[in-house]
């Protein structure tokens, strides 16, 4: 029976990438995006710091392929600076999208799973949450908060049957690290046993695993992605 599936931020990057590795699998999968919807797959409009925007989008997708059974929660974005020159909106923007944007859809869609008494939740959050990273205190706070949050809710949602877990990708090619300059990006490989980025599909694989039937005694787990880069972190 095919799952219904929706991941967040799912037009591109690695959220496409683990979208399609999930309908290769024979999932029915939704997409939320703020602007180009993906081709082949159902895309509903979905601003995660807008609670009414959440709403609709699950009410949305729950209308069209039923309630969500696979939540992979994976929108997310940077606003990279130092300390000393970080404004509190680079501050908050960052913790809203990342990590209070993930409390709302997974809040709004766990409704469900507890209800049909089984799920799986995976966030997406970043070699860096436990590493930190120059420049990304926002982005490493809201990464590493996901962590205690995928945490609590494998405790609150065990016993329906719901597994939450983690995905932690190391330096992965796609827009986000755009704006990260070739000497960081350098040093951040040089530091990496495997020496290069990650792939999407890479990443894709690891939440695939997590999401599927094989996966059903896994629960607060914290899965890298990342080369080795983060190991002991
Ligand atoms: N790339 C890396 O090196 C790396 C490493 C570790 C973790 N990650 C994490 O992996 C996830 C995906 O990143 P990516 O590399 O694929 O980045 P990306 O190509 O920049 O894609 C980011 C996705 O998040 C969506 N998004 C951003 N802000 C949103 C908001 N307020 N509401 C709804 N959607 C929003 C974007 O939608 P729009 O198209 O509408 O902008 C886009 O679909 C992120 O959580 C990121 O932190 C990335």
Redesign the pocket.
Known sequence: MPRSVLV????????LAIARSLAEAGDTVAV?????PPEGLLAVR????DPAQVDEAVTEVERVQGPVEVLVA?????KDQLLLRMTEEDFTSVLD??LT?VFRVVKRAARGMVRARGGRIVL?????ALRGETGQAN?AAA?AGLIGFARSLARELGPRAVTVNVV?????H????AGLSQGRQAAILADTPLGRL?R?EEVAAAVRFLASPEAGFITGAVLPVDGGAAMGH
């Open positions: 967040t931020g799912g037009n591109r990057g690695i959220g939320t995006c703020r602007t180009d979905c601003d995660v710091t994976n929108a997310g974005m940077t999208t990342n944007g997406i959050s970043s070699a860096v982005y990464k932690s990708p190391g330096l992965t796609t827009a986000m690290i990650a999407p």
